[in-house]
């Protein structure tokens, strides 16, 4: 049995969560709407105020899609209830992060700046040199922030770039001049 496939997801006041046939399930809350189809073989039921997945057989597929369907319908119950964010931290002499309505406009080093839009049902905001980038989609906030640090991922040597504000940089050493 899956370890995150076997327990029930449970469902918060003020969300609502329907499972049509073909597996389209729409989990809608406060924040907003989300839904996702989901494999066929997949069982999904909505006992009270919990969320069960089971699977057919033990086949490695099966065992597989049991706890990937699990942690997805989690993480739309927990997107529409309370929402994902992830915090971006731009380091370096000269490297600064404006907004511009919906359009995020970064300064790295290049001789242009970089702009950036927002995509839909994700928002990005500025305070200093952190950008925040918040929405009710943990894949869409997940590719967006990882969008915006390849526009300068951190270098070794001086920690300069885009960072996750809990990423660690393994700092190396630079060079070492002639005596």
């Known amino acids: 049995m899956s370890r995150i496939g076997k327990l029930p997801v449970a469902i918060p ?55 990937l369907t699990r942690a997805l319908i989690h993480n739309m119950v927990v997107g529409v209830s309370t929402g994902f964010s992830k915090v971006l931290e731009v380091n370096g002499v000269g490297y600064k992060a404006q907004k511009q309505g919906k359009k995020l406009v970064l300064s790295l080093g290049y001789s242009h700046p970089v702009e950036m839009n927002d995509p839909e049902g994700v928002e990005s905001a500025v305070e200093g040199n952190k950008i925040t980038v918040s929405g009710i989609s943990k894949e869409k906030v997940g590719q967006y922030a990882a969008e915006i640090r390849g526009k300068r991922p951190p270098e070794p040597y001086k920690g300069k770039g885009i960072k996750y504000s809990d990423e660690m940089i393994r700092r190396k050493v630079g060079k070492t001049g002639k005596k």
Do not use: Y
């Open 13 to 67: 006041a003020g969300v609502t969560v329907d499972v049509k046939e073909n597996n389209d399930v729409t989990v809608k809350g406060p924040k907003g709407t989300l839904s996702r189809t989901f494999a066929p073989q997949m069982g999904i039921e909505v006992n009270g105020t919990e969320v069960i997945v089971t699977r057919p057989d033990d086949k490695k597929e099966n065992k597989a899609l049991h706890g």
